[in-house]
């Protein structure tokens, strides 16, 4: 039982937990009434898909992709005095990263761009609330 | 109740058809991943190239920073736009740009004293004082190093922001609007993507493709285009960071003060 | 120059919208100029850019000179399947660009560097989306126009669009986050993120192609995408969003968004995992097309039962939806329902765009938001109820216009792949459109008591029943961009040969079947 866990989860436990969390945060976001608790489980749902693609660039006793003042790969890695096509497994992959720091980047103006939609719902309806929105603008349109 | 069911539902298929997929992914740390090394039998991927040139075509050790600055830098400029975007858009949603009176406000109400005006300020107010310089030289330094150390304009930037939106906490939000401005920000703002923007435009009147930095070597009087390609991506880091500091204060600016831009927490 | 086209497209709206960043606020009257100066400095571009791929074929831009190896930078792509919605994007925007003068509500006029500022972001990330060959890139570009079409939209008067804008931003972000989550899924797989290179890995390795991991990733890219372009069940945000901004807002946003969606749609099926592997491994295209037939019948029963012509219009937009994916994947030998779904991306987006400019009028100058408040319109506005009959009778299928050849080819398409299902649900949304524009051609000919829904009248109101059939008068910004929108709708349709012609050099099924009619 164990050893049959170990091989479906183990190898790829990063990636099981990145789907618990996608999973939580995609029910908050769907299923929850605050306004505000939406965002945070869509902040939520961003960041386990960052997680995904980090995960991506590991490579298992490598360094991060920073090389010496020589452009040589770093020595204290592991792979550090064989061939090149080894050596480059001593350093994890840059290219997650690079997108990784994208979507963060967005995840961060979208949030803001949310959080200031909220505000101003707040200054218009005087809540967040999503029932008492919804309630709010039935008595202001009756026929929907 | 019934949003709950459904989103449960929805959040379990979801859920389902990830977990599907991963059945099949490469092991977690796997050097020879097609994403890590390319398809078996194919080309090796774009990282191993990454890896294995970049120094040698653009003379930074950073592999982050010269993908992201270079070999993807068309990506970054408009991630640029992104947060550009963002904060026009937080100005046309939250800022109320007809306040009855434009002048300052008078002295704080009671409630604010304790924030604003009052003995207790001392300590806060002395504190961040020395902090905010430390602050901004370690994030000028974020922005310069990127190169050889994490780092780069967006972090640099965010830190710069920070040290603004420390001003208003420490003081008030009027303080750290007398040191920049709302109509500085917002133009530095867009004089950040202009400059990024400037260092892809200049090689398109050389003759080359937008962003091609290694022409620039004629500008930069460099020895080959290597490292007209390193000084260039500083250049952009330089509009990323302002950009990102002013945008990062802009958001924080508008949504203390409901758009109002006076007052303030 | 002209081989810096496919950057001029993108970086024209792009310094437009910085020029405005920096010196908008000083004088408002620069923002105009400043508008249609980059946006026809983009067509200008798209135009040439289309006049190459004719004459060449299609056309590879490197961006920052990094062409070898193949993927470690950014390409832009434009071929015979994407330079015509690179025209339509840029003609699109130019005519509404002219249409929107005093685009925010009053409260927000002031705002209106910062709205031109947007308007023209958006459009440099719709180029961006229709003309690069990278699918990380099309994520951010897709941020991009996301982002400052929330900004738009919530720009809108009314408190409901800020409820509006919420709801669009968490629907559109979760739809952007399945097609980066697919993004990553396929980079995982496959170890690249440039197209071409990814359909050549696809095609090459057979353990990649039959992964579990890659089918995933197209499930989730498709999702993703089918939530921007509110695809049947995945529709809720679009209504609200487009009926409660400003009008200038959704003449952009309703032709354009969805109708870019569909060609990320279609890119995606054929620029990067190939429609041999779609129909080949997938094998459930069928249920997509049921779908698809799913999306054309509700859109149609809830346009019917819509009081508001913008609303009506919206519901309109979700059955086009259906179209143009139902036509996507039909999956018949010629090509010809993926034929159609092209064609009528153009064409939807045309008609689209008249029909909502016309709604903008209606509003504007006649108070009108229901539809019963259009009565003694074709009187009150002889002109502008040109445009709007032209593209009313496009929605439902009267040759010459464009909607009668696009349905066309989506029937043959239907008929070839025997989806009888497709061209039944086809011919019955055509019946809908028809009793829909002929109840407002009623309306406005007839003419009918005004109804209770009075209190929306604006301008009109207190002068009387009488004057109200005056003529109103309407100003050329107004009139001329609705009328070259109708005149595009027909030329569009007289034309369709040539046109379909050009799009189906990029079919890869189609190129033996038969030349079009």
Redesign the interface.
């Known amino acids: 039982m164990a050893e049959f866990l170990w091989k ?1 989860i183990g ?6 937990v990145y ?2 969390l ?2 939580l945060g ?2 908050a ?3 929850k ?1 605050n ?1 505000v608790k ?2 945070m489980g ?1 902040s939520i ?2 960041s386990a ?1 960052i997680l ?2 980090v ?6 006793g ?1 360094t ?6 020589h ?1 040589h ?1 770093p020595s204290e890695s592991h792979h550090a005095d064989v061939g ?1 096509e080894i050596a ?2 001593g ?1 994890a ?7 990784m ?3 963060i ?2 995840g ?3 949030l ?10 707040y ?3 005087g809540t967040v609330e999503e029932d008492e ?1 919804l309630r709010e ?1 039935k008595s202001l349109h009756p ?1 929907g | 109740m019934n ?2 069911v ?3 539902i ?3 298929i ?2 389902a058809v ?2 599907y997929g ?2 099949d ?1 490469p ?7 097609p ?3 390319g398809v078996e039998g194919g080309a090796p991927s ?3 190239h ?3 040139e970049s ?2 075509e653009t ?1 930074v ?4 920073t010269s ?2 600055a270079d070999y ?1 830098g068309y ?2 400029m408009f ?1 640029t736009v ?2 550009f ?2 904060g026009l ?2 100005f046309v ?2 800022r109320n740009l007809r306040s009855d009176d434009p002048l300052p406000e008078p002295l704080p109400a009671t409630e604010d004293r304790f924030i604003d005006g009052d003995h207790q300020r001392i300590i806060v107010g002395t504190t961040c004082r020395i902090a905010i310089p430390l602050v901004q030289i370690f994030a000028l330094y974020v922005v310069a190093h990127g190169h ?3 780092g780069g304009g ?1 972090q640099g930037g965010v830190m710069l922001g920070a040290s603004f939106i420390l001003v208003a906490l420490g003081g008030n939000l009027r303080d750290a609007l007398a040191r920049l401005g709302e109509d500085t920000f917002m133009r530095l703002a867009s004089l950040g993507i202009l400059i990024y923007a400037a260092f892809g435009l200049v090689p398109q009147f050389l003759g080359r493709n937008f962003l091609d930095y290694g022409v620039l070597e004629k500008i930069f009087l460099t020895d080959g285009p290597e490292m007209a390609r390193s000084h260039s991506m500083l250049g952009v880091e330089v509009g990323v960071a302002l950009t ?1 500091m002013s ?1 990062m204060f802009a ?1 924080f600016a ?2 203390s003060s ?2 109002e831009m006076r007052g303030g927490l | 120059m002209a081989d810096q086209f496919p950057a001029i497209l993108v970086l024209a709206p792009l310094f437009g919208a910085l020029l405005l960043g920096l010196v908008g606020d000083r004088d408002h009257r620069l923002c105009l100029p400043v508008v249609a100066a980059s946006l026809g400095t983009s067509l200008y571009a798209a135009v040439g850019l289309l006049r190459r791929v004719l004459a060449e074929g299609p056309v590879n831009y490197f961006l920052g000179g990094w062409e070898e190896p193949l993927g470690i930078g950014i390409v832009l792509r434009a071929d015979s399947m994407n330079t015509p919605v690179l025209v339509l994007v840029a003609a699109v925007a130019l005519l509404v660009a002219c249409f929107s003068r005093r685009p925010a509500g009053a409260r927000d006029s002031e705002k209106s560097p910062q709205y031109y500022t947007l308007f023209l972001l958006l459009c440099t990330a719709l180029f961006g989306i229709t003309i690069t060959a990278d699918a ?1 890139n099309l994520f ?1 570009l897709v ?1 991009v126009s ?2 400052s079409s ?2 738009l939209v ?1 720009i809108g008067s009314s ?2 669009c ?2 509006a ?2 709801n669009y ?2 629907m559109g ?2 739809g952007a ?1 399945f097609y ?2 697919g993004t ?1 899924y396929l ?2 797989s496959v170890g690249s ?1 440039s197209m071409p290179d990814i359909q050549t890995i696809l095609a090459s390795n057979e353990a990649a192609a039959s992964s579990r991991a890659v089918r995933t990733a197209f499930v989730l890219m498709l999702v993703g995408i089918w939530i921007k372009m509110a695809f049947f069940p995945l529709y809720g945000w679009l209504p609200n969003a487009y009926s409660y901004c400003p009008s200038a807002t959704s003449s952009l946003l309703a032709p354009l968004m969805t109708k870019v969606s569909v060609y990320v749609m279609v890119r995606v099926m054929t620029g990067v995992f190939g429609l041999d592997w779609i129909f080949g491994h997938l094998g459930w295209n069928h249920l997509v097309v049921w779908f698809a037939v799913v999306a054309i019948l509700a859109g149609s029963i809830l346009a019917l039962a819509q ?1 508001e012509l913008k609303k009506m219009l919206c519901y309109l937009i979700v059955a086009e939806v259906g179209y143009m994916v139902g036509g996507a994947w039909l999956g018949d030998a010629g090509s010809w329902g993926l034929t159609g779904a092209l064609y009528h991306i153009l064409a939807d987006g045309l008609m689209t765009l008249t029909l909502f400019l016309a709604a903008g009028i209606f509003a504007k100058r006649l108070g009108a938001i229901e539809i019963g408040d259009l009565s003694g319109l074709f009187r009150k506005m002889p002109l502008v109820s040109v445009g709007f009959v032209v593209a009313g009778l496009a929605m439902i299928g009267v040759p010459p216009t464009c909607g009668f050849f696009s349905k066309f080819y989506l029937i043959r398409g239907g008929i070839e792949s025997g989806q009888w299902g497709y061209v039944v649900a086809l011919l019955v949304s055509s019946l809908v459109n028809a009793v829909l524009f002929f109840r407002i051609f009623e309306i406005a000919h007839f003419g009918k008591n005004p109804p209770e829904g009075h209190a929306h009248h604006g301008e009109s109101e207190g002068e009387g029943h009488e004057a109200a059939i005056a003529r109103v008068a309407v100003p050329a910004h107004a009139l001329a961009p609705l009328l070259l929108a109708a005149a595009g709708i027909v030329l569009l349709g007289v034309f369709n040969g040539p046109v379909v012609d050009f799009l189906r050099e990029s079919l890869p099924a189609a190129s033996a079947a038969a030349p079009a009619p």
């Open positions: 479906t190898h790829h436990f990063n990636f099981w789907i618990v996608l999973m995609l029910w976001t769907i299923a009434n306004l939406k965002l869509l749902f961003q898909i995904l693609y995960s991506i660039g590991t490579k298992e490598a991060i992709p920073i090389l010496d003042h452009g790969i090149p480059a497994h350093v992959n840059p290219l997650p990263h690079v997108l720091l994208t979507a980047v967005v961060v103006a979208t803001g761009v949310a959080l200031s939609l909220v505000q101003a719902i200054r218009d309806f929105l603008i026929d | 949003a709950k459904s989103a449960t929805a959040v379990i979801t859920g990830l977990l991963v059945a992914f092991d977690f740390g796997d050097p020879t991943s994403a890590n090394a774009a990282s191993l990454f890896i294995n120094y040698k003379k050790p950073n592999l982050v993908v992201l993807r990506d970054t991630e992104v947060i975007a963002a858009a937080i949603i939250l050889h150390s994490p967006f990102v945008i958001i508008n949504l409901r758009g | 990380f951010v941020e996301a982002l929330y900004g919530a408190r409901r800020k409820i804008a919420l931003l968490i972000t979760v986050s980066l989550l990553g980079y995982l993120l009081r």
